[in-house]
Every structure is written in C-alpha cells, then in structure tokens.
C-alpha cells in the first residue's frame, strides 16, 4: 500500500499562492487515482480535487475552478496542488488520499469513502 506524506502549508495573504505536495512512497503514484480533500476547522473534510491515471484528466470543486491546478510529477513520485487567488476560506487541513482501485474518477474521486491511502495532512492558512 502505498504512503503519502503532504507538505508544502504555510500561512499567505488573501490572494496570494501557495504549492502544496503529496509525496508517495512504496509504490508509483503514475496507478492511482489522487484527490485532495480540505478540513476546515468544525467542518466535514470536503473535496477538492482530483487527478486520474493514464490521461491525467483532473477535476475540481466548483469554488476552486480555474483557481486550483492538480497535476503529477512522475519522476519524483509526486502531486501537487497548485493553489492561486487564495481566499480565507480556503483555510484548512489538505489531505491528499490515493488508491488504485477507481474506475470511474469523474464518479468516485470525491468520495473519502473509496480511498484507501491517506497523508497526515499539511496545514494552509489565509490571512492578512
């Protein structure tokens, strides 16, 4: 099974940007489907987006379209969240979650339920 470990929070200015990582370790992330999940403080841990194998088609909340990237990097066994415009409630906990067992991303890459390889979580803040 694969482990992630997220890096990459730090505390940024409304409207600014900010990268974060999902590194893997015992085994190639090129199989796995990968979404990134958001946990607000009091709130349910949301989807944000997600990436697909093969095409690498990828997949966004509406609140973070054109805003967000998600994208690989093969080479380093990495995903990464591309994080612009950033907006005080995007604060949070982001999670990065994998598994290689998704059929259908665009259908199940938003569900917690159907992953089952998760990061510690990094911390991103938004605040002047």
């Known amino acids: 099974q694969v482990q992630l470990v997220e890096s990459g929070g730090d505390l940024v200015q409304p409207g600014g940007s900010l990268r974060i990582s999902c590194e893997a370790s015992?085994?190639?992330?090129?199989?796995?489907?990968i979404s990134w999940f958001r946990q607000a403080p009091g709130k349910e841990r949301e989807w944000i987006s997600c990436i697909s194998v093969g095409n690498g088609k990828t997949y966004h909340e509406d609140s973070v379209m054109g805003r967000f990237t998600i994208f690989r990097d093969n080479a380093k066994n990495t995903v990464y969240l591309q994080m612009n415009s950033l907006k005080p409630e995007d604060a949070g906990v982001y999670y990065c979650a994998a598994d290689n067992r998704i059929i259908n991303p665009q259908a199940m890459c938003r569900t917690k339920l159907f992953f089952g390889s998760w990061g510690q979580g990094t911390q991103v803040s938004v605040s002047s």
């Open positions: 015992g085994s190639t992330l090129d199989s796995y489907v």
